[in-house]
């Protein structure tokens, strides 16, 4: 069975949900079985109330902007049905959950919990876990997985969540292989199987061609080897080499 995940963000109008603060954007991104699918669900919402000053500094939303946008509770069957099944991915899950819950629960008939329709992975949790005492926020976590984020001068729902998206797959293993037939029943065990993908080389075929380095990719090669052995002691392929 095929395993749907959504990395989901959201952007509010301040820090406190129980002081009635609103969500003002949602962005989800799709994963089945860890790929990204290019299914995305991104929408911002009319919070009917203003944004504390604070968290406009961090996302840049302004009241000007979201005037005519949709209120939570015109948009919510099209997002509750969109996640429903799933199994949510959110960095601080607490957070994002808490205001969620909080626009379902103002429905009318209630919804009830985002829990009745998806189960909740917190990818925070998962990084303390996994880097106990470093910095773990989502900055952190792409430049720990060398993972592109220059486009992050603002907060932004959606853009943070396909951004979190390549953090937990990172994180947990990498996106899943997009496969060359080793899933096919009929393949077999070496890959020669009618569906391995796999296209072998005629026997007469002429020589491959050898392609050697450069005098100055020598040097290059040398001089990462001396640093290496600088900063971690000489590498073991040095060593095996003299004996």
């Known amino acids: ?26 962005g989800c991104v799709e994963l089945v079985n860890r790929r990204i699918t290019g299914r995305h669900y991104h929408q911002y919402i009319q919070p009917e109330r203003d944004i504390d000053s604070g968290a406009l500094e961090v996302h840049g939303i302004t009241q000007e902007f979201l005037a005519g946008k949709p209120t939570f509770s015109e948009i919510a069957d099209e997002f509750v049905e969109f996640v429903r099944g799933a199994e949510l991915v959110i960095h601080n899950a607490p957070f994002d959950v808490g205001f969620i ?18 189960s909740v992975i917190d990818t925070l949790q998962m990084a303390r876990h996994k880097h106990p005492g470093q910095r773990n926020n989502l900055d ?18 959606l853009l943070d969540a396909e951004i979190l998206a390549e953090v937990y797959l990172a994180m947990t293993g990498g996106q899943a292989s997009l496969g060359l037939g080793a899933e096919s029943s009929d393949a077999s065990t070496d890959g020669s199987g009618p569906d391995s993908g796999i296209r072998r080389l005629p026997a007469d075929r002429a020589p491959l061609a050898v392609l ?25 392929w040095r060593r095996s080499a003299r004996h």
């Open 1 to 26: 069975m095929d395993r749907r995940q959504i990395v989901l963000d959201t952007e509010t109008t301040g820090l406190e949900v129980n002081q009635g603060h609103r969500i003002i954007e949602i």
């Open 140 to 157: 952190a976590l792409c430049q720990r997985y060398e993972i592109d984020n220059t486009s992050r001068t603002l907060h932004g729902a």
């Open 101 to 118: 819950d909080a626009e379902l629960d103002r429905l009318e008939p209630r919804v009830g919990a985002l829990d009745n329709v998806c």
């Open 212 to 236: 050697r380095a450069t005098p100055e990719e020598i040097d290059r090669h040398e001089a990462k080897l001396r640093e290496l052995d600088l900063s971690a002691g000489e590498a073991a």
